[in-house]
């Protein structure tokens, strides 16, 4: 399974959100630079970060994001289902059901064959995983340095704009 670039940035934007909670919005130019990561792109992987409740966006000259709620009750699955969707990983086709199998009973293929259940289950495990950890939970450990040298960054941004 791959998971787009847009899910490592998101997850690295809304943890940079929440060391810098209270200094106010963040603008998408400025998230990108801390990362060196294109703008345009950045914000529509933010755009689906607000779409789903976990930023909030204020428009303007000041404007920018912020987390629209704390970081404890922010799962890594809520940033992967805003950023990727929601849909299964594995589709199963039902191949079983073509060439050699076309002339099955029926009865055969009541049930999902045992691959389909596999990748289901293995599936349904990654998903509590990540449902399981917040973004507080990854911040815990984070060396306290990374926090810091984050908001020094910004800091100086701040007084260079």
């Known amino acids: 399974m791959r998971m787009s670039e847009g899910v490592e940035w998101g997850l690295h934007c809304c ?17 990108a630079a801390s990362f060196e990561l294109p703008a345009a792109y950045l914000n529509k992987r933010l755009q689906a970060l607000v779409r789903a409740g976990i930023l909030s966006s204020t428009p303007g000259a000041r404007g920018g994001f912020q987390l629209a709620r704390s970081p404890e009750r922010i799962t890594l699955m809520d940033v992967v289902a805003a950023i990727e969707g929601t849909d299964d990983v594995f589709r199963c ?19 999902p064959c045992g691959i389909a259940t596999a990748m289901r289950q293995a599936e349904l495990a990654w998903r509590r995983e990540l449902a399981a950890q917040t973004l507080a939970d990854v911040m815990a450990g984070t060396p306290a340095s990374a926090a810091e040298r984050t908001r020094r960054w910004f800091a100086a941004e701040r007084t260079h704009t």
Not at 15 to 31: H, K
Not at 103 to 111: D, H, I, L, N, T
């Open 93 to 111: 086709t039902e191949i079983r059901r073509r060439g050699a199998g076309a002339a099955a009973s029926g009865r055969e293929f009541g049930r």
């Open 15 to 31: 943890v940079t959100l929440a060391w810098l909670e209270g200094d106010g919005p963040v603008s998408t130019a400025r998230l």
